[in-house]
């Protein structure tokens, strides 16, 4: 309705001067014909420039005074002729309790001789412990105006009139500035010292025809349809521009995870550097391929229930490859092979308990031994898949994650050649700085951390752990002497993490992952530094 009016209004004039009055002789709210005009304006349908103003505007106090008049004059009105006590005055001008006016304005009090309001009015405040709540300002605020008027006199007993009639200047101004009425500088400002008048500055806009002015605009369309083609009036028709920037609807469908998409990644490597994958398909181990036949000691805290999950049900395996059981029992008792041992008596029940595998190292203990009941060929494996431990869970922990590892068997193979593999293997992550320390696995001798220097956080980071299978784990498989185990495993959370610029696992992994992040991810990362 607006914008037919403006735009029929400029049809016959040169223009709208002021937004504001234009507004209000049409009676219509001026927020809403500003939404018209920047519309207007923004298809250069009519030419619009700001103007602002200023106007005097009153604050809340000031418009509390147009209704019960200033404080002065409520003081001066509730002074009887023959003076009142300071206490009597101060309770005339608190708030009547049935009608919360004050008091001297109250319908029913200024019909009541002054005498039992007063009265009254002491005993409810008295009875209520109103005079504490009260809010004295009128009192205050009054007095000082009223002094400064010499309209009354603050005797030591009693206050009085001074003079007999005075006008309430305040309220008049007040009731003229919100009217949009002219006032003396002088009475701005002293309403403006006194905080009943504030500056407020009002936007609006003067216009003209713009270079596309038309009397009624047309709706430009979106679409052009086979009626509008039978009909001919597409000719007519104005259609809206197309938007070659505007971005596509996004687009439904599943979405991977960045562990999928890093895992892929990694997997991709392996295969192009001849690895074949093991299965990983059984989160439930027993401890004897999990431990055991790593030739992990069965007093190594790794193996206590706050470092390891341990099944209820089934609580124990149901078979083991009993002379491989036999020759894994030996090696940890009493050694062999060159090997002491670690001399302390082997459980076999211990063996039997089932948990959650700690290590992807437990399907390559399985493996190792499968391809040791056959002729040797050398191998290499690689796996990737879950792992859980009895963890504390922090920004850096879960109680599962997933563990990236390869194995390499052959004869003849030295620490060089695991040195060589991953300096490989890694630098196809884009990771060809590498450092190593030494570490300790009960599995593996040596073994080695690997460390590569990160170039974004400029300092060496860790990424992975490696070793050559110790002969107390490869011989009782009955892999031939000669051959040696090189092998490595690495978490895929870590490079997931610095891939994608995640700092806290639990936004990775888990139940508090915004599914935002999964359908919203890059569909690859290049490059892990
Ligand atoms: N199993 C080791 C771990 O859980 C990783 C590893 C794998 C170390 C193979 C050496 C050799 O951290």
Known sequence: MAEEVVLGFLKDHDGINDSGEFAATLGVDHNELVNVIKSLHGFRIVDAQDIKKEKWVLTDEGKSYTVAGSPEMQLFQAIPPEGISREELQVLLFFCLLCFSSISKCILCTDMPSSTILSLQLELVYISGLLKRVDPSVYKIGCSQAMKNKWVEMGKLLVSRKVQHVGDRVKDVLLKISDGKEVGAEDIDSLKKRKLIALQTWKGYSLRK?????????K?????TREQLQRGDWKD???????????????????LHPLLKVRAQFREIFLEMGFEEMPTNNYVESSFWNFDALFQPQQHPARDSHDTFFLQVPSTTKSLPEDYVDRVKQIHESGGYGSKGYEYEWKREEANKNLLRTHTTAVSSRILYLLAQKPFTPKRYFSIDRVFRNEAVDRTH????????????DRGLTLGDLIGVLNEFFSRLGMSKLRFKPAYNPYTEPSMEIFSYHEGFKKWVEVGNSGMFRPEMLLPMGLPEDVRAIAWGL??????????GIDNIRDLFGHKVDLGLIKTNPICRLGIQ
Do not use: W
């Open 210 to 218: 713009g270079p596309n002015y038309v009397v009624k605009r047309m």
């Open 220 to 224: 430009a369309l979106t679409d052009l």
């Open 237 to 255: 028709l104005e259609f809206k521009d197309y938007n070659f920037n505007a971005r596509g609807q996004p687009t439904e469908g599943g979405h």
């Open 398 to 409: 879960l109680a599962e994650f997933h563990q990236i590892e390869g194995i390499i068997c």
């Open 491 to 500: 978490s895929l959370e870590r490079p997931t993490m610095i891939l994608y």
